[in-house]
């Protein structure tokens, strides 16, 4: 076991290297001048020079990229060429919103979607397996930011039941930061009008951002349960007369439980993704809409920096996913 | 010890959306003595798998009744289905998909005795360590996980596990047909000896004839949910009488290359459950069907002079 986390961990040092590689080339070799941009239309051409040479984008372009690299691995993504802030400080000052948000998702869809695939299957054939299905099958086919929108129509607008976006009220101060995380440190805090505030910002760009991978949970949780129920050690576990439920629960739902999980991690990386377009459309104050603002102004240092951290939280989601299957699955745990 | 008379097992399905019932077991009567070891035989979807899931609970009984040692299985209350899952246990055809993949030896063969036993801990342990002797693994498997078995250690492990509550009745479900022939061959050796050893009466059921042969006293031979012939295995071997039995005995291919028996195998293929065939379900592909009789009356079972009993026109008068 030490040995397989040895090796993942090394592996996933050799990602991140080439994520980087990836994504400053990307961001280099993309057109527009950054310098241009951030001078201003009236700029002259030696202002735009200056802003060039301070900016180190006069060096040639792996001179430019070890520097990045130099930086990075001090924890200095560089700064913004549009407002001279420090891009990491940006970074931890947007990411907790954008973590609360994909949490919140997640935690959304593994709820929603595991119980409902595991009732698709057991109810097989029934209408509540249709309406699961047909909302599984249009749940993958719907696009985030056009669910969000009509989630704003019909739930803020028009039932007012939910506000438009943002993550807190105009006038309500956020939490004193424990976790950064305001629905958490206002339950910590006891400001519990302040967690409900937090919880119904919460709900619509959740709901949206969830629904992909709620939708794909629910078909991969059906489909596992179904071959799992059809296994003989299941009916053998009901010759020995074991209620039906704790059959499902605790023979059938465990077994399959392993290919769900690998399609949480997966979906979790989506979502990272899926941020972009989400907090775009209700507002949300973080990553995501951090890296669309930056990127309408070709700002790189801002974009890259999102790029690998974002990377990074896919890798990490997927190396604990990796330790969790090996600790729930004994074929797995002998071999890699 | 089993006495099943008229069992039917009937499953309602849809049909180009029209609502059909699959005629699985239709009115079988049957009955084993203890110690016996009666084979079940028949093509797939016969219903031989459906009457020994019926045995345990398995599946809803549409009519018919199911006796063990004189108590109803269909109409079990709590306290009788108890002592029933106690008394028959079942092994099925596939050992690599009957254990939990994510369950040791050890809890896998546990599980009956934690289930309607009170022993737990050291003494749990031992039981299923004496267990596992019976059937030749050492106590090194107790911690190990089906998959670094091999399918005729599972198939081991699943016969331990069935024998954990010292039951009467075995249902063997196609036991071998999932092992490769020289593990058939050890388990089936091994199935001889454990009867002989505990007493215990098995329904055995397969499509293979050499592994019924070799097993059973006697046979009962399944066409289309209905036992077309019933008797002493050497007797039904030897000499079959129903016709269909008689092709299912000539369809074995013999040893030799170029040899063959008669030419009289069957016609066609087995006709849908859900539209069985009127009068006798065989004569759509029976040589000896008689126009007029076996097309029209179902036949009833007649017993013979030598203690079997034929589903056959031919054997009416």
Not at chain 2, 44 to 60: E, F, P, Q, V, Y
Not at chain 2, 67 to 86: D, F, I, Y
Not at chain 2, 264 to 280: E, F, L
Request: charged share 20%; glycine share 8%.
């Amino acid at each position: 076991m030490l040995l397989f986390l040895l090796r993942r961990s090394l592996f996933m040092v050799g990602m991140l290297f080439a994520l980087l590689i990836i994504t400053f080339v990307i961001s280099h070799v993309a057109p527009g001048d950054p310098a241009a941009l951030a001078a201003g239309p009236d700029a002259s051409a030696e202002m735009i020079e200056t802003i060039r040479k301070e900016h180190g984008l006069d060096k040639p372009l792996p001179q430019q990229f070890l520097i990045y690299v130099g930086g990075v691995l001090q924890g200095d993504f560089g700064n913004s060429i549009h407002t001279g802030r420090e891009v990491v400080d940006d970074l931890v000052r947007f990411f907790p919103a954008t973590f609360e948000l994909v949490l919140a998702s997640i935690l959304f869809a593994i709820l929603l979607g595991v119980p409902l695939g595991v009732l698709s299957a057991v109810k097989q054939n029934t209408w509540i397996d249709h309406v699961t299905r047909v909302f599984s099958v249009s749940g993958v086919g719907v696009p985030m930011f056009w669910l969000g929108l009509m989630l704003q129509l019909f739930f803020a607008l028009q039932l007012g039941w939910f506000p438009l976006g943002g993550q807190l009220d105009m006038m309500t101060d956020p939490p004193a930061p424990i976790t950064h995380l305001y629905t958490v440190d206002s339950i910590l805090r006891g400001q519990f009008d302040v967690t409900l505030e937090a919880l119904r910002h919460l709900v619509l760009p959740a709901l949206s951002l969830c629904f992909p991978a709620l939708a794909s949970i629910i078909r991969v949780n059906r489909a596992e349960m179904l071959e799992t129920l059809n296994q003989d050690y299941i009916t053998n576990a009901r010759a020995q007369g074991i209620s039906p439920l704790r059959i499902v629960g605790l023979y059938a739902l465990k077994n399959a439980m392993l290919p769900t999980l690998a399609m949480i991690g997966l979906r979790f990386g989506w979502m990272l993704g899926g941020t972009v377009l989400v907090e775009t459309v209700f507002d949300w104050p973080g990553v995501g809409l951090y890296a669309v603002q930056t990127a309408v102004s070709s700002d790189f240092e801002p974009i890259m920096a999102v790029t690998v951290l974002l990377g990074f939280c896919f890798m990490v989601a997927n190396f604990v996913i990796d330790i969790v299957y090996g600790w729930l699955d004994p074929r797995v745990r002998g071999t890699t | 010890m089993l006495e099943i008379e008229d069992l039917k097992v009937h499953f309602p399905i849809r049909e180009k959306w029209q609502k059909a019932t699959v005629k699985a077991v239709n009115g079988v009567s049957l009955s084993i003595a203890t110690g016996d070891s009666l084979g079940l035989v028949g093509e797939s979807g016969s219903g031989k798998s459906t009457i020994g899931r019926a045995i345990l609970r398995l599946n809803k009984v549409t009519g018919g009744d199911i006796r063990l040692k004189g108590m109803s299985v269909v109409n079990a209350g709590r306290t009788e289905e108890e002592m029933l899952r106690r008394q028959a246990q079942i092994v099925f055809q596939d050992p690599h998909s009957a254990l939990n993949p994510r369950m040791p030896i050890l809890r896998s063969v546990a599980e009956p005795l934690v289930l309607h036993t009170k022993v737990r801990g050291v003494e749990l342990r031992r039981r299923v360590t004496d267990l596992l002797e019976i059937v030749g693994l050492q106590s090194q498997f107790l911690y190990r996980y089906p998959h670094e078995l091999s399918g005729g250690q599972k198939q081991r492990v699943c016969i331990a596990r069935a024998l954990a509550l010292q039951p009467e009745l075995l249902v063997l479900d196609e036991p071998t047909s999932a092992l490769d022939v020289s593990v058939q061959a050890q388990i089936l050796e091994f199935l001889k000896k454990l009867q002989r050893e505990q007493n215990l009466t098995y329904l055995f059921i397969s499509h293979n004839l050499a592994v019924i042969r070799y097993i059973c006293n006697r046979t009962a031979v399944m066409y289309l949910g209905q036992i077309v012939e019933e008797g002493a295995t050497e007797q039904v071997f030897s000499a079959p009488r129903h016709p269909y039995t008689k092709v299912l005995l000539e369809a074995v291919p013999l040893p030799e290359a170029g040899q063959s028996r008669r030419t009289d195998v069957v016609i066609g293929d087995v006709p849908s459950p859900v539209n069985m065939p009127t009068g006798c379900s065989f004569h759509t592909r029976c040589a000896e069907a008689m126009a007029g009789r076996c097309d029209k009356v179902a036949p009833p079972p007649v017993a013979l002079a030598d203690g079997r009993r034929v589903r056959c026109h031919l054997f009416a008068d």
